[in-house]
């Protein structure tokens, strides 16, 4: 939650790190908001949010939202302001393929 007050509430693209390698890169006009949503909300409100939690379901048990927002929790986050999110990050998630992106994903 840390990261998300102090996020800026503009356009911008964002990227999830789990020890290092990008997992998820987004792209958002709220910033501020859109990393709330995937830190409070559920797997209605965030298709990172559902695919961590299907991630997690595969140790046997179905993944609570707290223990997707825990996960989530403990990325590293960073982001760019940009005026063009939608192609900033089309160019980051093609050299990075993460695999919380859904087209590229297993």
């Excluded at 403990?74 to 760019?80: L, N």
Aim: charge should be positive.
């Amino acid at each position: 939650m840390e990261a998300a007050a102090g996020a800026p509430r503009s356009p911008s693209v964002r990227v999830a790190l789990d020890r290092g390698t990008v997992v998820y890169v987004g792209h958002t006009g709220n910033l501020r908001n859109r990393l709330r949503q995937h830190l409070t909300g559920n797997r209605d409100s965030s298709a990172l949010h559902e695919q961590v939690g299907q991630e997690l379901d595969k140790r046997g048990q179905v993944a609570s939202a707290k223990g997707i927002a825990d996960w989530l929790g403990r990325c590293e986050v960073c982001w760019q302001e940009t005026d063009n999110p939608e192609g900033t990050k089309e160019a980051l998630v093609l050299a990075q393929k993460p695999r919380f992106n859904r087209q590229y994903g297993e």
